[in-house]
């Protein structure tokens, strides 16, 4: 089992930005990239940011690959995700994801999920 504690949503105006954090109890072989996933009102879940704790490796959804920056700490078993010139479509509930790399950074789920957090962007 892999506890995942998310921070940093919140509600914001368009063009401004957010950063998402989530630190993982444990990482191991099959937990070697974590990532983040949205869903927002209506529709199916979507990973839109993942990496490798292993190489570093990064994936992006297209919709946020100019916009969105994934980074990760191992000291500190944290990843973050750096979102900027939010748009009023980013309006989701942010899930922090751990798993397998070979999933993830393809753009696939991981295993375990965060709680969720909420990020709203309106005028």
């Known amino acids: 089992q892999v506890q995942l504690v998310e921070s940093g949503g919140g509600s914001v105006q368009p063009g401004e930005s957010l950063t998402l954090s989530c630190r993982t109890s444990?990482?191991?072989?099959?937990?070697?990239?974590m990532g983040w996933a949205r869903q927002p009102p209506g529709k199916a879940r979507e990973v839109v940011a993942a990496?490798?704790?292993?190489?570093?490796?990064?994936f992006y959804h297209d919709s946020v690959a100019a916009r969105f920056t994934i980074s990760a700490n191992a000291a500190q078993n944290t990843i973050y995700l750096q979102m900027d010139d939010l748009k009023p479509e980013d309006t989701a509930v942010y899930f922090c994801?751990?798993?397998?790399?070979?999933?993830?950074?393809?753009?696939?789920?991981?295993?375990?999920w965060g709680q969720g957090t909420q990020v709203t962007v309106s005028a």
């Open positions: 994801s751990a798993g397998l790399a070979s999933a993830l950074t393809r753009g696939r789920p991981g295993d375990f």
């Open positions: 444990r990482r191991a072989w099959d937990l070697n990239a």
């Open positions: 990496i490798s704790w292993d190489d570093g490796n990064v």
